[in-house]
């Protein structure tokens, strides 16, 4: 500290309350590099405030005027109304002219911040689910085309496509049947399906018509007419559009976990193991049996796959297939699919094809 000088006479630079009286003092302000010097009436010292234990008090806060206290005597104060000296103080001590907001303001910024989050939640999941698909019908369908490949090639780039001569024969001809129907010859698609060597049972749709079906869920079942009720239930998928309005509710809510530190994986691997909802399965499920009547393949097909599915999630072994066992129940799904009307029909394919595409991976 250094020594005090005692000035003459002076203008005074503000009042100094002791915290004992009410009584303000009139007093002149030394300003030190390690804090100041307050002066009473005829040089009298009413002590050194160094500047680690200046703070401001609660007051007025101004350029030109400021209300002070000091940790060591936490009940005095000195208001100094003196431009002149809140100037070398803002240079000598800028801490104490730092706002710190109350616990008011503070609960009120976080109330404030809750509210913010509580609507964009309900933007997201309650306003884009229900508004999702009005959305979607807006989009080009030649960009949803452009953004079905790029998500088939990025996924098909980590694995092997099957693409056996004769088997990919067979499933062409299934596909080309099944597209003749009059529910996907008025859609906009031209609907791809691909096979990839693998040990999971699954087969999927993404946006503008590309269509993926693993290996292994070939394998598993007992007929051609199932592999078409699936392959119609996904194109079924395709032309209402669901894909693409999965994707635009799904990227909502990654972009909503971003904002807050959740932490977005890929949009593409993300909508492979997600489900539709209980509306777009029973959707997709009357569509996919106007394109198994039109093409004049039995429905029960597909009515069999999911009373497979039924058995293997009894069962706990249902996997990846869990996908398709969104609401409505399964086994209410086939009991719809095997009481429609029967037409008749004739197999997807021929054994000899059928045997052909169960060895479209070699």
Known sequence: MPAPSRPGRTRDHGSYFDGLTAQPHAVTVKVHSGGIHIYGEGGKSFGFWGYDGLRAAPGIR???????MHSENPD????????????????????I????????????????????????????????????????????????????????NKFTAKTKVCRGTAGKEALDAMVARLLRTGPVRASEYHVTVTVIKSKTQNAFATM????????????????????AGVLAHEIAHVIARHPLTHTIEAFTAMTF?????????????????????????AEADRIASKILREARVSPRGLAK?????????????????????THPAL??????????HPAPTRPALGRGQWRALRRICG
């Open 305 to 325: 796959f999911f009373e497979r599915l039924q058995k293997a999630a009894k069962g706990g072994t249902i996997g990846a297939l869990a996908i398709f066992s």
């Open 257 to 281: 976990a971003n904002m807050f530190g959740g932490g977005a994986s890929d949009i593409g691997g993300a909508l492979v193991v997600s489900s539709y909802s209980r509306t777009m399965e």
């Open 97 to 152: 002219f730092k706002r710190r907001g109350s616990r008011r303001g503070l609960a009120y910024r976080l109330v404030l911040i809750a509210l913010i989050i509580g609507i964009i939640a309900g933007l997201i999941f309650v306003v884009v689910p229900k508004t999702a698909h009005v959305i979607a019908g807006v989009i080009p369908v030649q960009w949803e085309l452009a953004w079905g490949r790029s998500i088939r």
């Open 62 to 68: 101004t350029d030109t005027e400021i209300n002070l």
């Open 208 to 227: 503008g018509g590309q269509i993926v079906v693993f290996s292994k869920l070939i394998e598993e079942m007992d007929g051609p007419d199932e592999l």
């Open 331 to 340: 086994a209410e799904r086939a009991a719809r699919l095997q009481d429609l």
């Open 76 to 95: 005095a104060r000195l208001v100094i109304t003196d431009p002149a000296i809140v100037g070398q103080l803002t240079n000598m001590a800028p801490h």
